[in-house]
């Protein structure tokens, strides 16, 4: 059964920093992309970052550009979002994704065939 | 970039059909997914790669495409259906976009 646990999540001032980990079992880890995704409170799923399976490609929604960064350990079966100089609207649910691909005419399409159940991430003086 | 537009809500009675579009230009060259979301709860893939329904998914559940909009349709509506409905394909190769969501209310 594959299973995915986010943690790292909580309460961090404007400015500040938090790095959310996801544990991943129950398949090969090394397969497969993997995928930050966050919904904010009322609002719907939003993408943030996306990690090809040897980390060699990673792709960001803009609005976290230049501010996080994701990466993974093979050999820990972990996926990581490091967030650097937070903002209140970066404050949401934050889920870890396992991503399947396919290419279409040359395009990577990604779609999350197995997700966490979220860690919340708060932003707010 | 790539925008894909769903009604914000639908509400069917149990036992009715719901169809649930979501419309964008890029679809006819993508393929589009659909993802089942309810409070507190992990989000769920339901349909891949426009009909495609991952093992597990009730036989209820139909995806289609015609041109630049794809639906998911779920026959005989029960009331554990009731949740917010996500479809979701590319924006530009190896990233992702959300549709802004369809809350389905089961009357």
């Known amino acids: 059964e594959v299973q995915l646990v986010e943690s790292g999540g909580g309460l961090v001032q404007p400015g500040g920093s938090l790095r959310l980990s996801c544990a991943a079992s129950?398949?090969?880890?090394?397969?497969?992309?993997m995928s930050w995704v966050r919904q904010a409170p009322g609002k719907g799923l939003e993408w943030v970052a996306n990690?090809?399976?040897?980390?060699?490609?990673?792709y960001y929604e803009d609005s976290v550009k230049g501010r996080f960064t994701i990466s993974r350990d093979n050999a820990k079966n972990s996926l990581y979002l490091q967030m650097n100089s937070l903002r209140a609207e970066d404050t949401a649910v934050y889920y870890c994704?396992?991503?399947?691909?396919?290419?279409?005419?040359?395009?990577?399409?990604?779609?999350?065939?197995?997700w966490g159940q979220g860690t919340l991430v708060t932003v707010s003086s | 970039s790539t925008e894909l537009t769903q009604p914000p809500s639908v509400s069917v009675s149990p036992g009715q059909t719901a169809r649930i579009t979501c419309s964008g230009d890029?679809?006819?060259?993508?393929?589009a997914f659909w993802y089942q979301h309810k409070p507190g709860q992990a989000p769920v893939l339901v349909m891949y790669?426009?009909?495609e329904r991952p093992s597990g998914i009730s036989e209820r559940f139909f995806g289609s495409t015609s041109g630049t909009t794809v639906t998911l349709t779920i026959s005989g509506v029960q009331a554990e259906d009731e949740a917010d409905y996500y479809c979701?394909?590319?924006?530009?190769?190896?990233?992702?976009?959300f549709g802004g969501g369809t809350k389905l209310t089961v009357l």
């Open positions: 994704a396992r991503a399947d691909i396919i290419v279409v005419r040359g395009v990577i399409i990604p779609w999350l065939d197995s």
């Open positions: 129950g398949f090969t880890f090394t397969r497969y992309w």
């Open positions: 990690i090809k399976q040897d980390g060699t490609e990673k």
């Open positions: 890029a679809l006819p060259l993508q393929y």
């Open positions: 790669k426009d009909y």
């Open positions: 979701q394909s590319a924006d530009g190769s190896g990233t992702v976009v």
